[in-house]
């Protein structure tokens, strides 16, 4: 019978072995391993996306006046209507302010921006393009605009066209938070331009 060969661990295996011990000597297991990483991810989540957050003020984004006003905005229960948005009257911001309304009241906004010529005297009208007054007429109501024209274009691909005079304001306050810094880097709505 021949003897035995003992087998001798190296000084390299010792700190191999030792390297994916936790301290204590524990390794680690699988499951704590996912179970940490998919809570990290939840938490993440959550403060990104479900947490509201305040404003350098202290206050929440949303305001008292516009959690009184959201009921007040009546939602379109038509069929899909196309809305192009104009800022005639030259005041930044306005085409949208009244896209975030037209959006919150159930419209589908497709494009908004200056309209070609600016004039401050001009007054806020709303167009109807299609022979959808009905529509047109929602959508005048929504913003608080009395001027409703229809002007058939077929080579528009929108229903109503908004062009909007300086004097033009929102009957209700507007939904979308003004977020300045130094908050504005943690609100996702930012990251990817207006």
Do not use: C, H
């Not at 191999?16 to 524990?26: D, E, L, T, V, Y």
């Not at 919150?104 to 200056?114: L, W």
């Not at 024209?149 to 909007?164: F, I, M």
């Amino acid at each position: 019978m021949t003897p035995r060969r003992v087998k001798r661990k190296s000084k390299n295996s010792e700190r191999r072995n030792r390297s994916k011990q936790f301290p204590g000597g524990r390794k680690p297991s699988v499951r704590a391993s996912l179970g940490l990483f998919f809570g990290i991810v939840i938490v993440s989540t959550i403060a990104v996306i479900g947490v509201p957050y305040p404003n350098p003020q202290g206050e929440d984004v949303l305001s008292e006046d516009v959690n009184r006003n959201i009921g007040q905005v009546e939602v379109w229960s038509g069929d899909r209507v196309r809305v192009e948005v104009q800022n005639g009257g030259g005041v930044a911001g306005m085409a949208r302010t009244a896209t975030d309304v037209l959006r919150t009241a159930g419209f589908d906004v497709v494009k908004f921006g200056n309209a070609r010529t600016f004039d401050p005297e001009r007054s806020s009208v709303v167009i109807d393009r299609v022979g959808r007054y009905e529509a047109a007429d929602a959508i005048s109501k929504t913003l608080g605009i009395d001027s409703v024209l229809s002007e058939p274009d077929p080579n528009l691909y929108v229903d109503v066209t908004v062009v909007l005079g300086s004097p033009w304001q929102p009957l209700t306050p507007v939904l979308r938070s003004e977020v300045t810094e130094p908050w504005s880097w943690w609100d996702p709505r930012e990251w990817f331009g207006p």
